[in-house]
């Protein structure tokens, strides 16, 4: 009989780390910590007597760094992996290292305060192995108590639908991902030509990298890319990336639109939300909108791309095949908020073929 719960090998060359991470991890029922190991080697070792579904993995560690065991491991016994680290706050370069050696996630610890700040982090890391998890094993996992998700009514109230929005000249894409997002964006991204229409993004990741991210993703692509700042101008052939920690709305001046970078609550487990940027976007731009929700664990989106539906919005999904996790696209097919589902090498396409119906009056 197989194991209900996801088992964790955790691998930091820290003594505190190591028993606070189990600590945090034992609170989920659907986890199990069946080892831990302080560096690579030991790691090892741990992994021939017993095959974890998920590892957590410290990038700084003696004998071998993160990054070099982890290409090692993705080549021979491919195990989803969570990164948490302190180096990662201090260069993009590691961050994109580790995710490009396969890391399901990136978590960002700091140098100072690491035990606090990994017991505040409980529900992140929690719900970061069980993602991990998934991008691999596809597996349900028993759910557990955590605090209430806040909606996106705590930063913005939900549009009115009894009137509805005039079209206007500029047109506006919105893209929610997460888990898996930063290289499916890259594809994404990188298929766009440079007429497109303006693009906002929300990508949960932690705010030491978004900048770094898109700074990353403008040297790639034809379309100029940036982290957006408030009151920054949404328009053709420029996207926006939401900065970490912050929620980003879409907002409308006359026919044109630009951006409101603000704090606020969690809204789903997340700030920055792709339900506040879509329920932005059905309320400020409806049918002057498309939105797009990619791979990524949980359900942030799904209500917000409803309301844009709702609003005569053009709503996109990418499908489960291409997805590293297919939560939030899921969940909002499951709630009829999506028009069209595709595969993500044909996201740029639909995109703009959505845009072209757009500029058509919406025939």
């Known amino acids: 009989?197989?194991?209900?719960?996801?088992?964790?090998?955790?691998?930091?060359?820290?003594?505190?780390?190591?028993?606070?991470?189990?600590?945090?991890?034992?609170t989920d029922p659907a986890i199990r910590v069946i080892a831990t190991a302080s560096d690579p080697y030991a790691a090892v070792r741990c992994i021939e007597r017993e095959m974890p579904d998920v590892m957590t993995l410290d990038i700084e560690m003696p004998k071998m760094d993160g990054i070099t065991f982890l290409r090692q491991v993705m080549s021979q016994r491919p195990i989803p992996t969570v990164v948490c680290s302190s180096l990662t706050s201090e260069g993009s370069d590691v961050l994109f290292a580790a995710l490009e050696a396969g890391a399901v996630e990136v978590i960002a610890k700091p140098a100072i305060g690491t035990r606090q700040f990994l017991l505040e982090s409980t529900v992140q890391l929690c719900d970061a192995v069980k993602a991990a998890a998934?991008?691999?094993?596809?597996?349900?996992?028993?759910?557990?108590?955590?605090?209430?998700?806040?909606?996106?009514?705590?930063?913005?109230?939900?549009?009115?639908?009894?009137?509805?929005?005039?079209?206007?000249?500029?047109?506006?894409?919105?893209?929610?991902?997460?888990?898996?997002?930063?290289?499916?964006?890259?594809?994404?991204?990188?298929?766009?030509?440079?007429?497109?229409?303006?693009?906002?993004?929300?990508?949960?990741?932690?705010?030491q990298f978004t900048a770094a991210f898109a700074r990353r993703l403008d040297g790639l692509c034809d379309?100029?890319?940036?982290?957006?700042?408030?009151?920054?101008?949404?328009?053709?052939?420029?996207?926006?990336?939401?900065?970490?920690?912050?929620?980003?709305?879409?907002?409308?001046?006359?026919?044109?639109?630009?951006?409101?970078?603000?704090?606020?609550?969690?809204?789903?487990?997340?700030?920055?939300?792709?339900?506040?940027?879509?329920?932005?976007?059905?309320?400020?731009?409806?049918?002057?909108?498309?939105?797009?929700?990619?791979?990524g664990m949980g359900d942030d989106g799904a209500k917000g791309m409803l309301e844009m539906r709702q609003a005569g919005a053009l709503t996109i999904a990418q499908d489960e095949a291409s997805c590293v996790v297919f939560g939030m696209p899921k969940e909002a097919i499951r709630l009829g908020a999506v028009q069209h589902v595709a595969p993500l090498d044909t996201l740029a396409v639909e995109l703009m073929g959505a845009y072209a119906r757009l500029t058509r009056g919406g025939e």
């Open 134 to 207: 998934q991008a691999r094993l596809r597996r349900r996992t028993v759910p557990h108590k955590v605090e209430p998700k806040l909606s996106a009514d705590v930063v913005l109230a939900p549009p009115s639908l009894s009137a509805g929005i005039a079209f206007t000249t500029d047109k506006v894409a919105c893209i929610g991902a997460s888990t898996g997002g930063t290289e499916s964006l890259r594809v994404l991204l990188q298929a766009l030509p440079v007429d497109c229409p303006g693009v906002v993004i929300v990508q949960h990741m932690p705010e």
């Open 1 to 26: 009989m197989s194991d209900p719960q996801i088992k964790v090998l955790v691998v930091d060359d820290s003594a505190v780390v190591r028993q606070t991470m189990t600590q945090i991890l034992s």
């Open 223 to 295: 379309v100029s890319i940036k982290e957006a700042a408030d009151g920054d101008a949404v328009m053709r052939g420029r996207v926006l990336i939401a900065p970490g920690n912050h929620h980003t709305l879409l907002k409308r001046n006359g026919a044109h639109y630009h951006v409101e970078v603000r704090d606020g609550p969690l809204v789903s487990r997340h700030r920055p939300s792709v339900d506040v940027l879509f329920r932005s976007a059905a309320r400020h731009a409806g049918r002057n909108a498309i939105g797009i929700i990619m791979t």
